[in-house]
């Protein structure tokens, strides 16, 4: 069963950045495709960004778009979020999401807040 965990959240300046990283356990996640969601204070989860097994296939959200870059190490089991010209627009919870034929296992979501 793969179990993911954020960190790496917290308060930055407006403009400032952030790497948000996501540790998976109980599973390769080489093997899993991997998302990032933000959900804002009464607004819907959105989509981030996403990539492909192997990242060879990378997508972003049109409001992240050139200012966030999802990676993954999978030496270390983890896959990342780097997040700079940070914007108040991105507070949110930003969760981990990896999927694979059908099943999809989230983790528990990590606080980004950026004040103007």
């Known amino acids: 069963q793969l179990q993911l965990v954020e960190s790496g959240g917290g308060l930055v300046q407006s403009g400032g950045s952030l790497r948000l990283s996501c540790a998976a356990s109980g599973s390769s996640l080489d093997r899993y495709a991997v998302a990032w969601f933000r959900q804002a204070p009464g607004k819907e989860r959105e989509g981030v960004s996403c990539a492909t097994t192997r990242s060879d296939v990378t997508n972003y959200a049109d409001s992240v778009k050139g200012r966030f870059t999802i990676s993954r190490d999978n030496a270390k089991n983890t896959v990342y979020l780097q997040m700079s010209s940070l914007k108040p627009e991105d507070t949110a919870v930003y969760y981990c999401?990896?999927?694979?034929?059908?099943?999809?296992?989230w983790g528990q979501g990590t606080q980004v807040t950026v004040s103007s």
């Open positions: 999401n990896a999927h694979i034929l059908g099943r999809v296992y």
